[in-house]
């Protein structure tokens, strides 16, 4: 795996260019709100200056990425093709977690990005819908498809830490098979306004994981459906999904076996 050593343009405070967030990520603890116009990848980034020995709490924002991550090692390709740093939100989180509780953190993440997006939606018809393991969809008249992804991973050493990144598509989607933006649906929020309403949620949810994982599962555009989970290992499950547990593992129904999946990609079939 590729590390990127540093950010393409260096990272720097951002009070002026996204005040509201800046302020945001001060009130929740997480010290200077960072910003960077371009790099390879946020989660790289802050990953890295752990390595390097900064396992400080941090928030990374960039408006544009080379190598953004998906699941699996695929691409998240961003809307910077759009013309404005708002078209996305590309932002990476560090936060202290052992491994037990990297899930958590990462739920958190998710239901505070839920949260927000649905926020800005609050004057329309749209919804915002949690496909597991890590995806926000939208879905109203006229738009339906994802809207946001999530991705950690774990940084060994003392004190642990894990780095969640979130990709979100604000002013524009990126040109993605299946991508949609807050905007189609008719959001006017901006990327600052949707990153600080996130920022201001996010500490409930780190001090109560059980919260996220409910509000997730009450959104869930998964469970209940006829689902396929392809897993690492190149296997597969096909079959009913019937509920999220409390450690954040999906519970797939396939004829007359039960399988609890910790990761996987999922594909909702009709």
Known sequence: MLHMESPTTPAAPAPDRLPLSSAAALRAGLGS??????????????????????RTPAVLVADHQTAGKGR????????????????SLLVSFRLPA?????SDRAAAVSAAALAAAAGALDDSAAEVRAKWPNDLLLEGPGVAGK?????????????????????????????EPGAVSLAQAGAGASRDEVLAWLLDGLGRYLADPARARR?????????GRNVRVELADGTSVEGVAQQIDGAGRLLVSSGHRDFRIDAGDVIHLR
Do not use: K, M
């Open 33 to 54: 709100l960072l910003h960077t116009a371009s790099t390879g990848s946020t989660n790289d980034d802050l990953a890295s200056g752990a390595r390097r020995g900064d």
């Open 98 to 102: 052992t491994v037990a509780e990297a």
């Open 147 to 175: 809207l946001a992804g999530v991705l950690s991973e774990i940084v060994d050493g003392e004190p642990p830490v894990v780095v969640v990144g979130l990709g979100l598509n604000v002013a524009a989607a990126p040109p």
């Open 72 to 87: 699996l090692g695929r691409r998240w390709v961003d809307a910077a093709a759009a013309g404005s740093p708002e078209a």
């Open 215 to 223: 509000e997730l599962r009450a959104a869930s555009a998964t469970i």
